[in-house]
Structures are given as C-alpha cells and as structure tokens.
C-alpha cells in the first residue's frame, strides 16, 4: 500500500489480519511508533481472541470442564477463525461452536462433546428466549369436541428438546461443582427438556411417549398426530397426565384450532 | 445490588446485553429502571465500519430504547465488522476526511433512526495509521458539529492514547467543544510490561489512576458538571469498593459545583 488504503480495504486488510492471514499490505500503513507495526497489530489480536474466547467460556463451562482449559483455548482459537462472529451482539457468537467441536479431528475420542457442547447453547437460548403467559387449563377443557381434531399446542419459547446417542444428562451433572463421584460415558443415549421457570433454567430427561409427544409438538404437529406418535413409541402413554403436567409446568402458552390463527392468554 | 439500593444517582448497561427476548436479564433491568435512570451505552453498533449498518442491531437497539426511555444512549468512535465478520472489539479509525464523511453519515443515520441524539465515546487505540490526517479531538469535534451529536468523553481514554502515541491530554480536553459534552467515563488502565515503550491498555479492571483523576478535574472545568461513570467490569471489586470509586467522583463534581456558585 503505497497510497493510503480506502477505509474499506484497510478494514477488510485487518480482519483478515486478525484472523490469521499474513502477507498483508496491512503493517505498512501502521505507524510503529517504537515498536513494529506487527506487534502493535498483534496487540488486537490477543485483545479479540480473548474477548471471543471469554464469551465461549461463559457460554459453554460443561465443555470447558471436559476439556480442560488448553484443549478449550485452542478450540475457541478456531472456532473465531473458522467461525468468523456474524453479529454485533457476543450473545450471537457461540451458536455454531457445537458443530465446529463434533468436526474437530482432535475431539474425536471424545464423540459426545457436540452433544454436551448442544445442550450448553439451548440452555444458553433458553435463558434469553421471550417470556409467555402459561395457558390456563380450563380454556383446553372447555373446547368443543369437533375442534379436537385439528387442535394445536404452542409452547413456551424457552423450550428445547436435546437429544443425544451419548448419556449427556448424566455428563452434565457430571460437570456441576456439587457432581456425582462416577460416570460411565458409555451409558445409554438420553434426551432432555430444557425451559426456563419464571427465571431458573429448568433441565428433565424425557424419554419414551412423553418425548415423543413433546418432540411432535415443537415440531408444529397437531395434537392427535403427537398423540398417535407418542402412542407408537408407548402403548401405555398417558395423554391426560401429560397435558396435566405441561400445563401445570406453565409450557403450554396456546393453541390454535384454526391453522394460522393461535389463541394466547 | 438491589437488595442494597445503592445511593448513586443513575446506572449505565451494556444496550446488547440486553438484546434478548426476554428472562432474567430484562427483568432486573426493569426492577433497576423503576428506581434509577439507565443510560444505554452500545459496544457494537460498529458506526465506523465501512460497510451498512446492521440493520437488525439497530431494530433491537430501538425496541430495547422503547422499553428503557434511558436519558442517554451512547456509543463509540470506531469500526467492528467488514464484510458481515465482526470482531467485535472497539477498533481504530484511520482519522481522515473519508474516515470522518463515513461516520458523519452513520451517527446521522443512526439518530434518525432512533429517533435521539446519541453520545459518541472518543475509544483507547494501540496504534495510529500513517495516513491519518485529523488529530483525534478535532476529528470527534467535526462529527458532533456536522451530525449533531453529543460526546461522552472518556476521560482514561485520553489518557491511555496520550501516553500511547505521545500527545498532550489537556490539548486533546480543550479542543472539545464544551457544549457537546454530556457524559464523562473513567476507568483503570493496565500498564503492558516488557516493552521499550510506554503502553497502556484500557481495561476496566482497576481503580482510576491519579493522573486520571487530575485530568478529571479539568475536564470538569472545561465542560462544566457533567454525569460521571465509572467502568469496572473486569476484575469486578466487591460493590463498596465501586460505591467508594463514584463516590470519589461525585465528590470532584460537588467540589466543581461549589466553587462554581
């Protein structure tokens, strides 16, 4: 760069710059002013990959713990590379970092660290998700039967569904500070519902018809149909005691006999 | 810190913070709001980045201005993102006529978009570009001319750049056009060891160093009283420790505001 760079070559120069390229234009046009214009970039450097590493950090404390903070540095370390953030908001950053540990060569005698690493961000967009209002239960009761067929469920927005071949209920607790003493990695796959009550995040394992129903319903099925499903994978489902409990849970935030149009409180 | 109901005249949040849905986080903001006044102070709008501004970023900025009625809402003198990457760090400018048309454009766009008048922060830099032209008070001084804007000036910051790139704090003070000034910020800076030349980072995580509280007062008597804030949000000290900080602060204010009657 001999002329002055325009001000979006020279942004777009130092980026790339932070992200690793070298071979720049970019140190010519940075006054060094005692040091080498490098170490002056490199300053920022260090300065972003900490800011973005901190954010993965408060994002994911179940992977660091697994991890260990080396392994978890250079992870991050690719993660910003390979990655690049696409918000203003850090919030937004670590959304793909689950996919980017499930692909990492050097993670792979650890298969359920994605699975971990997926239920730390759905607790992450759990914990930011809107608030609804819970349904009272006497406005399904009241229902005509002739509606029944096409009724639909909405649940509450913070409601996520995980699940994993790998026990990742059981490696979770296993990373909390008050852990049980043993954990067998090879246990059974398990799926969890994560929501979040008034303010605490709320985990339980789900398994069988209920999990099935649930899954359905998050999927935008109609009642009768999550209900068959559930049915399908239990014989014994228990439809009553599960609306009971996803209305006393306060999940259950509308529902809609009409297609497009949803009836709230 | 609710529970305690500190006796400190307003409290400043991060705006993306506050980006989310719904939650915790929105409601102690709104637990906060019903006893203080909130000023929003933005990190990543990113006004200096050559490339459009993030339409959605500015959505979320307005509902959460909306849901806040903050008294102020500010944000900083730098870039972020290129090309839809963001690095979201508060980054240099190279001070040229390019550099300042740019965010005489953005800031305009931005207050007519949210319908207010922000607050832009002059940032702490760790280098300087060959090709800037415009020292950086005169630079903060023509965008708040041009595009109406109003400065908060960081008084640590100038104080780190000074020492950074070897320039004279209370020149940098006196070019700002007093009028423009509403809010003041202070905050600890790091010292980086090990270098052959002075380098100071701006890192929230101390208490304000003498030099800065010197250069604090005259500020005060070049812009007059104007709200202060401390920044500490590293290292964050237990909240007496805080509370002993703004009250230092206040009591600068208090001083200005006796000797000014």
Known sequence: MNTAPSLLNLQADFARWMLGERGLPLPEVVAGNGLAPAARLQIYQNIIFNNLTAALRT???????????????????????????????????????????????????????????????????????????????????????DQHATLRLALHPSLRLVESAHP???????????????????????ALMVWRDTRQLVMQPMAGGQREFVAALLGKKPLAVAHASAVTAESQFDLTACLHWLLQTGLITGYSTNGPTWVSP | MLDEHPPVPWFEVHSENFFCAGGEMLQTLDAVRRDYPISL???????GSSHQLSERHLANLKQLIGRVEPALVSEHLCWGAVDGRHLNDLLP???????????VSRVTAAQESLERTLLLENVSTYLTYRHSTIPEAEFI?????????????DVNNIYVNATNHGYDAEKYIHA??????????????????????????????????????????????????????????????????????????????????????
């Open chain 2, 41 to 47: 102070h933005g990190v990543g709008l990113s006004l």
């Open chain 2, 176 to 261: 700002i056009p007093k009028q423009t000034v509403k809010e003041i910020h202070l905050a600890g800076f790091t010292r980086k060891e090990g270098l052959p030349v002075d380098l100071l980072i701006d890192s929230h995580s101390r208490p304000v160093a003498d030099e800065v509280w010197r250069l604090y007062r005259l500020a005060l008597n070049h812009c007059g009283p104007v709200p202060t804030l401390i920044e500490w949000d590293q290292d964050i000290p237990p909240l007496h420790v805080l509370l002993a900080e703004a009250a230092k602060a206040e009591d600068r204010l208090h001083e200005y505001r006796a000797l000014a009657a």
């Open chain 1, 168 to 190: 990742i209920w059981d490696i979770w607790m296993f990373c909390q500070e008050v852990a049980p003493q043993r954990l067998n990695l090879s246990g059974e796959g398990q």
């Open chain 1, 59 to 145: 994002d994911y404390p179940a992977v660091l713990k697994l991890v260990g903070e080396d392994f978890f540095e250079s992870a991050a370390a690719r993660y910003i590379r390979e990655y690049p953030s696409r918000s203003g908001n850090l919030q937004d950053f670590g959304a793909a970092f689950p996919k980017c540990l499930a692909a990492m060569p050097e993670a792979a005698t650890l298969p359920y660290l994605g699975d971990v690493a997926r239920l730390e961000w759905a607790r992450q967009e759990s914990y930011l998700a809107a608030d609804a209002a819970p349904l009272d239960a006497a406005a399904l009761a009241s229902l005509p039967e």
């Open chain 2, 93 to 103: 400018l190279p001070y040229t006529e390019e550099a300042l048309d740019l965010m």
């Open chain 2, 141 to 153: 001084a023509a965008l708040a001319e041009r595009s109406g804007c109003h400065i908060l000036l």
